[in-house]
């Protein structure tokens, strides 16, 4: 399963490993692949989300205000999944926002 991003890429939103603009469709993957199938992607300004069959949610691109959910406000460059104990069963649904994130769980 391929998941392909380009654009504007200033924080890392792209989740290439870089923070260069890309002019056509690349495919990104965390470092060992995607663990299960891609169920939906959510972008805010500068950063992306995606939420898996799994139920995790990776997170990548500029980190203020914490809105990656990694407990700090670092830039993510590639995708990187956010801890599961954050959350109270597995995430569904994701959404992002200019400056904040949202995740809907099972239960």
Not at 17 to 38: L, R, Y
Not at 61 to 72: A, I, M, T, V, Y
């Amino acid at each position: 399963q391929g998941l392909y991003s380009w654009g504007g890429n200033f924080a890392g939103q792209l989740g290439m490993g870089h923070q260069n603009d890309v002019f056509s469709p690349e495919k990104i993957a965390p470092t060992g692949g995607w663990p299960a199938a891609i169920v939906m992607t959510a972008c805010g300004t500068v950063h992306s989300l995606v939420t898996l069959l799994d139920g995790s949610l990776w997170t990548f691109g500029g980190g203020p205000d914490g809105r990656l959910g990694h407990n700090e406000t670092q830039r993510r460059l590639v995708p990187t999944q956010v801890a599961a104990l954050h959350f109270s069963a597995p995430v569904v649904l994701a959404a992002a926002g200019d400056y904040h994130s949202l995740a809907v769980t099972a239960d």
